[in-house]
């Protein structure tokens, strides 16, 4: 398998973390209902290819996402491997996170929103009320030592509001940040953002307290912009960068295209970039090839797609 | 439609020429035969959507690429609108040059390789011979006053040699610029390279007196990296842009996949970060949308896919 080389690009971090959000974000996002043996091999399977954080799973109402009931069955099988500080979990509110505690979870993730109209379509709440929602899971998480990220969807636009306000999607951050969160993951949950936007944003959040060091980056593929705006933000300063293996929830051709970036392209262009990220390409490739067969379509991703034809 | 305006972000142009491959490049790829008639359609609508340059077809010997054997009923179909100084053909040698000329056309494109296993395999001859073979034609072109553009395949890797090394692709460049050529188009035939390729390869050109005013940037998206280089090319000065609508020629999910950058995805990036580009969104989706029905598949732009989608 052929990864040109070259000199670390200028402008681009040594080292990029891959939070690879495929597991939750993108077997969400699946109309086919994965079993939980097949999950917990794809997640034993992403952390032998190297992937450094593996989202695993959701405790959201099963009623709600059907395709991650199984959350706690799920993490029983992996046993320790499925809950280290590198295996974060989405909770939505306090019950959620009940069941990530008890299936001995070392790291949550919350989801808030930049606008109003998601919030209340989303988490059937107000902005407001929903950080006041988010207020005592993050306290209590930090209280048993655990870690974690809060995801603002919208960042970049949103289907009601259209363009989204920089200083809209700063306030929010901020209030999550100022619960104690690690780390912020900005999402373009629909996939309008172009690479202009990536800066202004970066910056207004700096001069708000929030460092470059504690962003992350959750571009979606819906127009097929995901890799040139993360490359945006990577000039930046950004080092820590979400995508699902195999382009997981994405597939272009789905009228609910949701469009992740796929792991693979994102790590072709980093290895090809001389930015280096501990994971193997080739055995990642093979992973998403393994589950395509299972889902019954071939993966999104146009890395695996080429290195499958041969 | 949507395309979300922001201030012209900082580095890239003010305005990109977007050189519209689809009816060559693209169709020449394609496993269906398009009727003459839809392909002169096809030109007149991406030039009433506002393209500012549209190859229109090539003079290769039909036995070659049976998919434009019919050069000359197209550009005969369209008249004067199909053979304008913003109309090239490709013409391989003297003898398409020949047809070229009898058919009217202002403008002319010839396709060198930057690798000696490419060059055999595709020209059947040499670099050396194959610049031997460029030279008379070129030379009569501009007699004629014909526009001319170079080609050079495999600037950024080849699936014989691997890597290429960026003197080899100068070298060649300065060869056919030599010849008088005004323009330079860098190809990724292959779709292997990565940001960093880039500038150290515009830096080795202007180096050698070929200047990012006369170069143009071809990527295909096999590995989904395009629109990433193309904006690594932008920031570097380039303006000049090959795509194809629709991402002709390029089905993901085909073992032949080329993999060219589809001209929606590219210039919805465009307009995003505020560079112009002439282009009606709108009125080319709709032409590859009614492309894609004659072809009897899905295009493969992500663009195309979302609007489509609704």
Redesign the interface.
Known sequence: M?T?Q?????G?PERVTVYEVGARDGLQNEATVVPATVKAELIRRLGAAGLPVVETTSFVNPAWVPQLADAAEVLALLGPEGTGRDRPVLVPNVRGLDRALESGCGAIAIFGSATETFAQRNLGRSIAESVAMFAPVVERALAADLWVRAYVSMC??DPWE??VAVGQVVDVARRLMDLGCHELSLGDTI???????V??LLDALDAAGIGREVVAVHFH?????A??N???ALREGVATVDSSAGGLGGC????S?T?NL?TE?LV??L????VSTGIDLEALVATSTWLAERLGR?S????V??LA?G
Chains 1, 2 share one sequence.
Not at 191 to 197: H, N
């Open positions: 052929r040109p070259v000199e670390q690009a200028a681009l970049f636009g259209g363009d996939g309008v953002a172009t690479t202009g936007q800066p202004a593929d819906t127009y097929g912009q890799l040139a993360t490359f945006a272009p051709y789905a009228k295209a469009g796929a392209d072709w262009a290895h090809g970039a001389g071939p999104p991703s146009r890395v797609a080429a034809a």
